[in-house]
């Protein structure tokens, strides 16, 4: 049993009730099956469908999501090749049903661009829209004319905002971390750490918990972040696992590794 984020207090026994409920948690947590698992060490397309998106255009003949073996934890590693133009993505040939709980856990990597660039910003999470009208190029990969980024109904996004997040000037200079749900009453719920600049390239293990209650629960290296106050929405069950972002070299990469459901 793995026991995250309890400490003694001046309740009962020592014991703040907060503890209870965190050892009741894990003792769940324990208790999941793994459905899912990639470690990016055999063939990309056995488990995901991979996806340029390229709702800007321009996007047409630009290099797929790949794996690399020069970074991992250990390697290989994902690498989602989006740019400055548009994100890319793999989607999991798998879908997911959360209706009574779920554990999403994946590792991610981002370059230090704080001072030059932008476009760092790995991302996973349950999909909310699968690819839109497009076609298939001559090597397999998806092009996505409806869609520059994925849309998630659960997702935790890593971003690097440096001086070229032209959008976002009182983050530049930084690391933050976006924790985002789409609820039942169909708004965002989100929790943004921030700043999040100690440990920029280090590895990171990043967990979603969908609880059978459908409120979720993110953890960060193994440290509850964010419980939401609002539940999931119920209308994206059974879609599939995405991972992207951008990874715009050379002011990237953006990496994920270690994924499990």
């Excluded at 890593?158 to 001086?163: A, D, R």
Aim: net charge negative; with cysteine; aromatic share 16%.
């Amino acid at each position: 049993m793995n026991i995250h984020a309890f400490y003694r207090g001046t309740g009962l026994g020592g014991w703040n009730q907060t503890d209870i409920k965190s050892i009741y948690i894990d003792v769940r947590i324990s208790n999941y099956n793994i459905v899912f698992s990639e470690d990016f060490g055999g063939n990309l397309t056995e488990k995901w469908d991979i996806v340029i998106f390229n709702s800007a255009g321009g996007s047409d003949n630009d290099d797929p999501p790949t794996t690399r073996d020069d970074y991992g934890n250990p390697p290989p590693c994902f690498d989602n090749k989006g740019d400055s133009w548009c994100g890319n993505a793999i989607f999991s040939k798998q879908t997911f049903d959360y209706s009574n709980g779920l554990i999403i856990e994946c590792d991610m990597w981002v370059k230090d661009a704080r001072y030059e660039g932008c476009w760092v910003s790995p991302s996973f999470g349950i999909a909310r829209e699968l690819p839109g009208d497009g076609y298939y190029r001559d090597d397999g990969v998806y092009i996505d004319n409806d869609h520059c980024d994925q849309k998630c109904v659960v997702s935790i996004d890593y971003v690097v905002y440096g001086p070229a997040c032209w959008m976002d000037p009182d983050k530049q200079g930084h690391a933050g971390i976006w924790y985002r749900i789409y609820n039942e009453s169909g708004g965002v719920e989100s929790y943004f750490e921030f700043p999040a600049d100690e440990g920029i390239e280090k590895w990171h293990t990043f967990r979603i918990y969908i609880r059978p209650d459908r409120y979720v629960e993110f953890y960060k290296d193994g440290k509850l972040v964010y419980t939401t106050h609002s539940r999931i929405s119920m209308e994206y069950n059974n879609m599939p696992l995405v991972l992207g972002g951008r990874s715009c070299e050379p002011y990237g990469p953006a990496l994920h590794d270690n994924v499990k459901v």
